[in-house]
Each structure stands twice: as structure tokens, then as C-alpha cells.
């Protein structure tokens, strides 16, 4: 697109401005470079305790961002987002997944095909315990029900957002 541009007969009248706002050739060149997307995307997956993944190669990242769930490919527009609590589907490969449980946090997407999550809590779908999920969100629903402050109603409310999302985690995921 910006060949064309160049070659336009407004480019032609005013040599100087194609080069000094667009770089000349050199854009030219780094434009075919960057023309060519890579194969896999490198992903991180970061808890403030620990990384749990570093740069590794993956082929896709299903995410449960805060205005839905999108998925991510090689090549995916930059993007910012608060993750709200769900599944982190993370592909090695175009079949194989991995399958964590985030609570929150934010997920950046690079330029270049770099992924970056960094979640308050990531935890395997498959070492989550459905007992102790049910029992839990039974214990926030009725302090969510008995809750008498705003204080008290907020939190019973973000336990039971993160335990309903974590038992259709355990429901949809995990290992049979």
C-alpha cells in the first residue's frame, strides 16, 4: 500500500514528503519483513508467585477476557485486557490444549506475536477439586444471601463470580 502511495502523482510533486514521513525504501523493506507472519505466537503465563510459563511457543490461546472470551492466533491485532475469571485454553499445537483456571488479571497482546498473561491465580483445571469448588460456592451464595453491609455483598458476590466460573471450568474441562 505505501508503494502505491509513493508512485501516486501527489508523491511525484512532492518528492521530499514520501521520505520524510514514511522512511523511503527503508519502510519499503521493513513493511515486506513485517508482511510475514510467524508460525506460532510466544506465550507467557505469569502469577505473581511464580511464571508458569516463559516465552514458550504455542499455536493458539483461548482467553476469558472482560468483554468475552476471544482467541488468540500468530499475527493477532494488539490488544489489552482485564481477564475475568474462567478458562485459559492455551493450544501447543492445533489439537493438544492445556486448560487453566484464572481468577483475574490482564492479558496483553504484542505487535509481535508475543502473549503475556498475567493472572492473580492460574491454576490447572485438572488439579481443581469439584468438592471443594461446590462447597465454596454454596458458603459465598449464602453469605451473599445473609450479606447486611455493600462491603460484605461485594465479596460474596466476587466469590461466587469466581467459584461458578470455576465449577463450568471443572464441568467443561476436566479430565473425566
Known sequence: MLRLFTRTPAARALPGVATRFFGGSRVLRDEAAAGAIPSHMEFSLLTPHEPIMNSEPVHMAIIPGSDGIFGVLAGHVPTVTRLRPGTLSIYSDETNATHW????????V???????????????????????????????????????????????????????????????????
Open 101 to 108: 483456571f484464572v481468577s483475574s488479571g490482564f492479558a496483553v
Open 110 to 176: 504484542h505487535p509481535d506475536s508475543r502473549v503475556d498473561i498475567q493472572a492473580i491465580e492460574a491454576v490447572k483445571v485438572d488439579d481443581l477439586d469439584q468438592s471443594i469448588v461446590s462447597a465454596k460456592l454454596t458458603s459465598f451464595n449464602r453469605d451473599l444471601e445473609t450479606a447486611q453491609s455493600e462491603e460484605d455483598k461485594a465479596a460474596a458476590s466476587i466469590g461466587v463470580e469466581c467459584f461458578t466460573a470455576m465449577q463450568a471450568s471443572i464441568e467443561q474441562y476436566a479430565s473425566k
